[in-house]
């Protein structure tokens, strides 16, 4: 692509993810399934604006994965990693080993060479971290343990990869190698270790790693802050799209994914004092290059060889998402996960990965397949990758609520020994704050808290907490809910705060009911569930800060204190006020606008007049001072 034609495909591609992804959220059906569909629309087998093009176009977009691994790497601190290990060589290890394995058995009862079934059972134990990871962000579910798990098990097979590649050499036919030659790049590309027999590619692997972490370590570290020294933004921008561009270059010309490589270079730089900034200038190019890759997928899926073949490429995307299912869900059973988590993991990982492309690309080029078989296993993966948003709605959607979402094994629920005027759900940073308050008054309070780890955390700092799910009846029951005055839910799950007000208000209904908003829609919820007081997560913290920047400004104490009162007091109006509106947008803004434009007239008027007296009594800072300047006169 040169010139127009350049700029047509860029028009053409972003057009398609303008139309296409915002329909597709609308739909329910997410960011990644929506950028899917557009690449298949414009694709050459719909409405043909792209054609062999779109190769070069997924070459570029690769570039989407790559920075995502790398700002997956930063987010990784090596002292984290080791923490980890335990999920991530158990639950990757195994799932990698029992896919890689049955796979394999089942190339090999098809009749292939063992070389080729292995490395055919390798590539597909791989899952799409790009989808993955980025449908579970878009729906809040990564920090879940359903997220975290899968999480682990993806950072294993994107570590995984690199040993795979420096084997895919040793695995070469030698019919192959003697009908084509020795494996190579193909296409006419050459790399550092083209032609090296596969022992001394591996070594040339490893030693390039090796060369890598050390270079980040003492070269790339001090290299920044000098560039961050010039205090010029732009050079620091270019500076992490040249670490990343040029360590993926390296990575390409030793064979071996560039992903793979950055993703490295980020655990390298996590605990670098520039990781923010790197992630900061990265995080844009990630995003528009991640949706590109999407599309650029939807367009390569070859509908030409699927129409040819049908019964045999949906056997091969059949049973790949069969297989992977069967597997992860068996992983999380060894975990012990609970049937909804293990349901949503298992969806999540059953498809195959963007790694898959390069493998059988690298594996065609070494001589370890031919392209006979590479090619319906990389249209079975597409498929695959595009049916993931699909699935794992239709688990959301059709699947769990019928199966139920709570744990199948999960802990039961404390015995509770006591009954309390005031009963507090959640006991994490905000709960936590109330109870101790309550608690310096002589208010004791009934804690209930369903995080079984943090109950255990706070019984070893000597807090008395009890385990279990505050939106059921009968542990409200058994916690003294018909003797209680109040009733305050603390915890960060919007969806479960609701279920707890609704079923205190309809089993006990004299509770008064102070619930923690997180944000004005879940505020008009919980106002429309009958809560008696609600609190903004943020409101208090933020207006703290409020008072004391315009108390480092000059504002006197009285003055900055008074508008706070103020603005709390016209902040809770106006949630009332709104929530009536909320369901009309018009109306909603301009009684907004009214209520912005009233706070501010107010508070301006008492700047006319301020009486400077009353700011002299609450300035505590001078009243410090008048009297250690007493003291020192007195002892003097």
Known sequence: MHGEGFFIQAVVYLSAAVVAVPVAKRLGLGSVLGYLLAGVIIGPFCLELIGKEGQDVMHFAEFGVVMML????????????????????????LQVGLTTGIAAAIALGVGLPWQSSLAIGMTLALSSTAIVLQTLSEKD?????????????LLFQDIAVIPMLALFPLLALPALQAAGGSGGSGGGNTTWVSGLPGWAHTLTVLGVMAGMIGAGRVLVRP??????????????????????????????????SPALGTFVAGVVLADSEYRHELEGDVEPFKGLLLGLFFVAVGASIDFRLILSS???????????????????????RVFKMGLDQNMLLAVSLAQGGEFAFVLFSFATQQKVLTSQVAA??????????????????????????????????????DAIDEERPVIIAGFGRFGSVVGRLLQANDIRATVLEYDSAQVELLRKLGLKVFYGDASRADLLSAAGAANAKLLVLA??????ILEMVHTARKHWPHLMIFARALGRPHAYELMDAG????????????????????????????????????FRRHDEEAMVD????????????????????????????ELDAPDHSLDEAWDTTGIRKELSFLQKTDSG
């Open 70 to 93: 790398f700002l997956v790497g930063l987010e990784l601190q090596p002292s984290l990693l080791w923490r980890l290990r335990g999920p991530i060589l158990g639950m990757g290890g």
């Open 141 to 153: 579910l990564l920090k879940t343990d359903a997220g975290q798990s899968g999480f682990s098990i």
């Open 223 to 256: 290299a920044l802050r000098i560039i961050a020294s010039t205090r010029l933004r732009e050079v620091f921008t270019a500076a992490a799209l040249l670490l990343v561009i040029g360590i993926a270059l390296v990575m390409t010309k030793i064979g071996l």
């Open 310 to 332: 049908p019964g045999l490429i949906l056997g091969l995307v059949a049973a790949l998402i069969a297989v992977k299912l069967a597997v992860v869900f068996f992983v999380g």
């Open 376 to 413: 319906p296993l990389v249209a079975a993966v597409a498929l695959s990758m595009a049916l993931t948003p699909l699935m794992m709605m239709l688990n959301e959607k059709l699947l769990l609520p019928r199966l139920g979402t709570r744990d199948a094994v999960a802990r039961e629920a």
């Open 491 to 496: 915890t960060d799950d919007p969806e479960k």
């Open 531 to 566: 809560v008696d007081h609600v609190y903004l997560d943020t409101l208090d913290t933020s207006l703290r800060l409020g008072i004391d920047a315009l108390r480092e400004l000059g504002v006197g104490a009285y003055h900055a204190h008074r508008s706070a009162r103020k």
């Open 578 to 605: 709104l929530a009536r509106l909320r369901h009309d947008r018009t109306a909603y803004v301009s009684r907004a606008r009214e209520r912005i434009r009233d706070l501010e007239q107010t508070l301006l008027a």
